[in-house]
């Protein structure tokens, strides 16, 4: 059973367009959730943390469900800059580690 | 503020031969360090974690392996490469606050023929 897990995609959408992603993670026990975005041949950037109350951050939303161990990005306004993989990731308990398991990330193309 | 290099940015290496890739990072002392690699259309995979200098813990077995001969030095290693080592390999540091977030280093691309 994977750690966590996305929907790989591809999304394709306009500019200007809404669009959601989704990933569940597997063990409830996980006490820090990121999303982190990838573009071609670049290394992981991180794009947002997402806390439990939900947060926002310019046109991105994430949003967390502990109880369903669920953990969403909403990008609104698309741009074309916004084409990239988008990465969730889940972090366990015990901060000395800072284990962090990847999904396989979501790819976003916005088209002009 | 914190920055992280990894050299060589790309390698093409046969198979059989060594390995060694560096990273450092500036910024701040004592970090957790972690090697990662991504294989072509495939999730990143933990392969080394580091809390301390001379303290190395290994996520998978297998050829490879890693030192921390300075605080702030991380190197991965191999003694013979196999055509299933090639791959993106990625070098992170972990924030020590909450939410203990890693930043990456921009990678070493390697090809093995």
């Known amino acids: 059973r994977k750690e966590v897990e996305q929907d790989p995609g591809p999304f394709n959408v306009p500019e200007g367009a809404t669009v959601a992603f989704n990933c569940t993670y597997s063990n409830s026990a996980s006490q820090s959730f990121f999303w982190y975005r990838q573009d071609c041949r670049k290394e992981p950037k991180l794009l947002m943390s997402?806390?439990?109350s939900g947060n926002e951050d310019g046109r991105f939303t994430a949003q967390l469900n502990r109880a369903s161990q669920y953990i969403s990005l909403l990008i609104r306004d698309s741009k074309l800059s916004d084409s990239a993989t988008y990465l969730c990731?889940?972090?366990?308990?015990?901060?000395?580690?800072?284990?962090?398991?990847f999904g396989r990330g979501t790819q976003l193309t916005v088209w002009p | 503020s914190q920055t992280i290099h990894q050299w060589p940015a790309t390698l093409v290496q046969p198979v059989g031969s060594p390995l060694s890739l560096e990273c450092t990072v500036e910024g701040t002392s004592n970090p957790n360090l972690y090697w990662y690699r991504q294989a072509a259309g495939r999730g990143l995979q933990l392969l080394f974690y580091s809390v301390g200098i001379g303290q190395i813990s290994s996520e998978v077995p297998q050829n490879l392996s890693a030192s921390r001969p300075q605080d702030r030095q991380f190197i991965l290693s191999s003694k013979k490469l196999l055509l299933s080592d090639s791959g993106f390999y990625l070098c992170a540091w972990m924030v020590t606050r909450v939410p203990y977030e890693q930043y990456f280093g921009p990678g070493t691309r390697l090809t093995v023929t």
């Open positions: 990731v889940v972090g366990e308990r015990g901060s000395t580690l800072g284990r962090l398991y």
């Open positions: 997402v806390y439990s």
